[in-house]
């Protein structure tokens, strides 16, 4: 098998608030069989842009695999975890492939709501995540009850995301960040902000809002299904997602 090199032809790192990618890669072992897993072009221009070579980086909820593939292709150490073992599995088949670097990736079982005793204080330069929203998405069925995409109340659900930015905030180094894709839904045919309502729990952290960037949806399953159904009860289709980039400073 060849080696990778870690950057793809033609690749140009994104410098405004819009991010929009219709197409994604399929370099390494990157594919989209799994609606819950991030766009790698996302990943690639959080790492880029918000680390360095060599870095550790924390993912706290790694189901979906993409930033440990970019983390070996870019040469970051990382510590990634999630509660669901399909995910560690999934994980570690997923970066068995040969590449020009060899930082050091290490996936383990643990539920992001949780400190980590094992992980010192200011430890981490840069932490990035993709949460589920609420339980628009299950990433387990109910055997995991700690699993936070099983959770409906949109409250309780903040409720345990802001338990993930506490930790976020202590194993982060000063002065670096820590990115949150999260998106928005609707309740009762009213549209909720969940993604705000995450935001406002990081900054209730003491993490400070450097960029919010919104990144578009491409190929959302059943499009055609909603398209008929959002003329029919009047309502407009979700199409972006929030990618928020929170900085520690204090």
């Known amino acids: 098998m060849p080696k990778l090199t870690p950057l793809p032809e033609n690749f140009e790192q994104e410098c405004s608030t819009v991010w929009s990618f219709p197409r994604r890669w399929n370099r390494a072992s990157h594919n ?7 766009t790698p072009e996302v990943v690639r221009n959080l790492i880029l842009r918000y680390s360095m070579q060599w870095d550790f980086l924390l993912d706290p909820m790694i189901w979906g695999w993409t930033t440990a593939i970019e983390c070996k292709l870019l040469n970051r150490n990382l510590l ?29 079982l643990h539920d992001a709501t949780k400190k ?20 628009i998405i299950k990433y387990s069925d109910w055997k995991i009850k700690e699993d936070i995409s099983n959770i409906h109340d949109l409250d309780k659900f903040c409720n345990e995301i802001e338990k993930i930015a506490i930790e976020s905030l202590r194993v982060l180094k000063h002065w670096k960040y820590c990115a949150v894709l999260m998106w928005d839904t609707r309740r009762n045919k009213m549209y909720q902000p ?17 960029e919010d960037i919104i990144k578009v949806q491409h ?26 980039i929170f900085q520690k400073i204090n």
């Open 80 to 108: 990634c975890y999630d509660i669901n073992p399909k995910a560690i599995e999934l994980t570690k088949e997923s970066i068995n492939f040969e590449s020009e670097n060899n930082p050091k990736i290490q996936i383990l």
């Open 32 to 38: 989209s069989k799994y609606r819950w897993n991030w």
């Open 194 to 210: 969940l993604a705000f309502k995450v935001m406002e729990r990081f900054l209730k952290t003491w993490f400070t809002l450097k």
């Open 219 to 244: 190929n959302c399953k059943a499009t055609w299904f909603w398209v008929n159904k959002s003329k029919e009860a009047n309502f407009l289709l979700i199409m972006h997602e929030h990618l928020f």
């Open 116 to 135: 980590n005793q094992n992980l010192k204080d200011e430890s981490i330069d840069f932490v990035l995540m993709h949460p589920p929203y609420a339980d």
